[in-house]
């Protein structure tokens, strides 16, 4: 997510780019049977990353998932649990 629509976050240059990179690369190297689906920007809601990640988990035969976010995270000050921030 390189364009958040809260101000307090800073926009990151290169996330979108990068993960559209590895997507490619994912497409160019491992063309055989894989599932893939990328949400760059807005499209990186809290709602759409559930439903790929439990949509990719229903489709999977091999049960092996690749998660890759690059965006924001924020820590939980009492936890010191880290959380992604969507769009």
Do not use: C
């Not at 990151?12 to 997507?23: F, P, S, T």
């Not at 055989?32 to 709602?47: F, M, P, T, V, W």
């Amino acid at each position: 997510i390189s364009d958040y629509e809260q101000i307090k976050y800073a926009n990151l240059r290169y996330a979108a780019r990068d993960a559209e990179l590895l997507a490619r690369s994912f497409q160019a190297h491992g063309a055989g049977g894989y599932d893939s689906r990328l949400l760059i920007n807005r499209e990186a809601s809290r709602s759409a990353i559930n439903e790929a990640i439990l949509g990719a988990e229903q489709k999977s035969q091999l049960g092996t998932l690749v998660f890759y976010f690059s965006g924001h995270a924020i820590r939980d000050e009492k936890t010191s649990d880290l959380y992604l921030m969507p769009s």
